[in-house]
């Protein structure tokens, strides 16, 4: 095992993804805080390789939070260079040479806290976010961007699951901790699958890839 964040500095990741086009480009979020205040002093980011994990770069600072306030996954890429990053404080950020360096997209004042960001296959250059305002889609325009408002009959969304094949089906777990289908793209949601867990929290949520009717 190698460590991969400075010894007293980091808490931890909230998010790893892997490149679906190279597997040994990786990206982080690194957790820099203690409860949910950062860590004196300390503000870590986005974690980089290229080489299958041997070694790893800062390539972005920002102040991820506690993981109970992250969910899902918070980085999506798009294409052979491009990558989307879901950010805590800073808004949803973009890079076109595969997470070397980022820009902001979206701005936080727009967004606010975003907790899960996934390519929309419906919709070209368009990904949906997950955020403190709630279901967003967000469409690329190079140096601007369109935001559309999603997820009529949602309480609050935290984590979002798109078929692969029929972008028109959208899943989501709501803050009530259910399971929210949608048939139209994720213009309207209604509950598929109350969790029976009194007092229990869904966070996370996946496709499964050999038969997306399964989650």
Request: glycine fraction near 12%; proline fraction near 5%.
């Amino acid at each position: 095992l190698r460590r991969l964040f400075p010894a007293g500095r980091n808490a931890g990741g909230v998010s790893i993804v892997v490149d679906p086009n190279d597997a040994n480009l990786v990206l982080v979020a690194g957790l820099a805080e203690n409860g949910w205040s950062p860590l004196v002093g300390n503000k870590d980011g986005i974690y980089r390789t290229t080489n299958g994990g041997d070694d790893w770069q800062l390539v972005q600072p920002e102040t991820y939070y506690h993981m109970a306030s992250t969910f899902g996954r918070l980085f999506a890429f798009a294409g052979v260079s491009t990558v989307y990053a879901a950010t805590h404080d800073t808004g949803m950020l973009k890079s076109v040479d595969r997470g070397a360096t980022w820009t902001n997209l979206v701005p936080h004042s727009v967004t606010g806290r975003i907790t899960h960001v996934e390519l929309d296959p419906g919709h070209d250059g368009s990904v949906l976010i997950a955020c403190a305002r709630g279901l967003r889609r967000v469409t690329d325009r190079g140096a601007t961007y369109e935001i559309t408002t999603l997820g009529a009959g949602l309480p609050s969304v935290k984590v979002t699951a798109v078929h692969p094949t029929n972008p028109a089906i959208v899943f989501a777990i709501g803050e009530d901790a259910n399971v929210y289908k949608s048939t139209n793209g994720g213009a309207n949601f209604s509950v598929n699958f109350t969790n029976p867990a009194a007092g229990k929290r869904a966070f996370q949520m996946t496709m499964s890839a050999a038969d997306p009717n399964y989650i």
